[in-house]
């Protein structure tokens, strides 16, 4: 049976924090992508950013599907911007020693169609609500996947945080 | 040391003598149960390796309960009953509606795995994957995240669910034991795989 599931890299934040994770020089040679991310914030941040090739442009679309508790349950659009948003993180507001617990899943990284993605984060602070997104978006570039950037919202991810590439191949 | 290989008689620095080195991958079973013949009671995974970065629990399952279709699964952490160490979340569909449940600490000694249908499902079974990031470490408190849920071609006596729930502890998880909520046992077929996963 052939192994189709490998580690490509693995970040964990160290003391003092951390204003970016990053994957760069991805490997081609894999047949989807997946991202495991446990995040928590030194500020206010709610939401890691996602930015694919150092690309900043307006090309990043999503739909969340999300359910917060007492906020009920509702679904977002977000088109045209500038970074994949919604995934979620700890801020450091929120209870001590929690962090955020979310997936990434890219399929097809390499081919020349333009990338869709799934992503899939909830949050947790010994509270009655808490937040949890599933979402789908598109990536609208055509280009192979050699980079991902994450980014709080606002401040830095806090000591602990960690993110683990790994790349799944169909044979 | 030189290695000689038999076919091509070429030379080799190494034992690989030409061939690709054999890498297991990142992504390992580490125990399963599977309920054969008779009901089984709670299914627990003990002395859990600590050389893993994430472990995933993926769960196929059916229980005893004899009338009512959506039954729940459990999960206790390292044995512990303390219900101060246990918060949980759920957002579910029925077909119909969507919902949102939770609760922080204090008012439950378990944490859900997912719907699952009762016996009186005929053959169906539901299933749930659960993540848990970071088991290991000392600075975080424990998450789970899993998606799951099943649907036996009746309206609204099915779900879909998501949910999270923390283990509120420093601690290493060394065990997971999973139950049914009300206490019915698994009925044959049901199958709960434990992985690790690399990092």
Redesign the interface.
Known sequence: MAVTFYKIATVTVGSGGASTIEFTSIPQTYTDLQIALSARGTSTALYARAEINGNAGTNYSLKTIYGEGSGGTASQNDANTTYFDRFLMNSSAYTANTFSNAIMYIPNYTSSNKKCLMFDSVDETNATAAPMYMVAGVWNQTSAITSIKFTPNTGNFAQYSSATLYGISNS | MTVLSLNTKQKYGTLLAGNTAY?????ESIASVTVVGSSTGNITFSSIPQTY??LQLRIYARTARPAVVIDNLWCQVNGSTNSGEY?Y?I?YGDGTT???A????GSVSAVPMGAFPGDAANNGFGMSVI????YT?T???K???G?GGFDVNTAQTARVN?F???W?S?SAITSLSIDDQSGYSFSAGTYIGLYG???
């Open positions: 890498y297991p991958g990142d992504y970065q994430h918060g979340h957002f969507t919902s949102f939770g609760t922080a600490t993540d848990i990031v970071d470490s600075a975080k408190w998450h789970f995240r998606i998501r999270s729930w923390t509120e420093l996963i690399k990092g």
